[in-house]
């Protein structure tokens, strides 16, 4: 792989794991939408989509008739796709840095402050007047929880209630344990930087020359 392919695939990679592992090393729970999780995650991955499927796969025609400009036509497609599929995913909350028992805890008395009609079933809540169904998930080594909309009949302004309530009722839990996960998730995104600034210090003329190359296809 040539500099410049190395620099566009690890550049936004180790950005997105800095950020991450730096989430998880907080001290406290941070409570975000399944759409911005989907966004941050596009954004991670977007330089290994530039440097492969979309340089491999890119259209001569287009390429063509619009030269250069055909990079921003398609970077503006991935992202149109990305928010497609956002505004198209059921309702879903991500929460870091909780465990199983701080989630379920935090959620019961979240709901209990929405309604009184609040129900259980294992792993499923059920808020029958805001509107809500979801299941809770938990990855234990990440220690990421998720709450997964179930079922078709969703209310919007019903989760944005319930992400308020629950952002408050984790602001009383006290601050976990730093995450070995989240420290090895910094580690790889500043190793990633540095290789990508590495080479992009050191080999600049090499840089240029593949940036010319790919937008002179």
Request: aromatic letters at 6%; proline letters at 6%; hydrophobic letters at 50%.
């Amino acid at each position: 792989m040539d500099p410049l392919h190395l620099i566009v695939a690890l550049g936004p990679l180790g950005a997105y794991l800095l950020v991450i592992g730096l989430i998880h090393l907080g001290a406290r729970p941070i409570v975000t939408t399944g759409g911005r999780d989907l966004a941050a995650l596009a954004f991670g991955i977007s330089g290994l989509i530039i440097v492969g499927p979309m340089e491999l796969f890119l259209p001569d025609a287009p390429a063509r008739r619009f030269g250069p400009y055909v990079w921003l036509l398609l970077i503006a497609l991935y992202g149109l796709g990305v928010t497609l599929i956002t505004l198209l995913s059921r309702p879903r909350l991500v929460i870091y840095n909780v465990t199983s028992d701080q989630l379920r805890a935090s959620l019961a008395k979240a709901a209990d402050k929405l309604e009184s009609q609040a129900r259980w079933a294992g792993d499923c809540l059920v808020l029958p007047n805001c509107g809500v169904q979801l299941q809770v998930e938990i990855l234990p080594p990440s220690r990421v929880g998720e709450l997964l909309s179930v079922g078709p009949r969703q209310s919007l302004n019903g989760w944005r209630q319930l992400e308020s309530e629950l952002r408050e009722s984790l602001e009383e839990l006290h601050p976990p344990r730093r995450s070995w996960y989240g420290a090895m998730m910094a580690i790889a995104g500043v190793g990633s930087l540095l290789i990508a600034g590495y080479w992009l210090v050191n080999h600049h003329q090499l840089v240029a020359q593949g940036l010319r190359d790919m937008l002179n296809r």
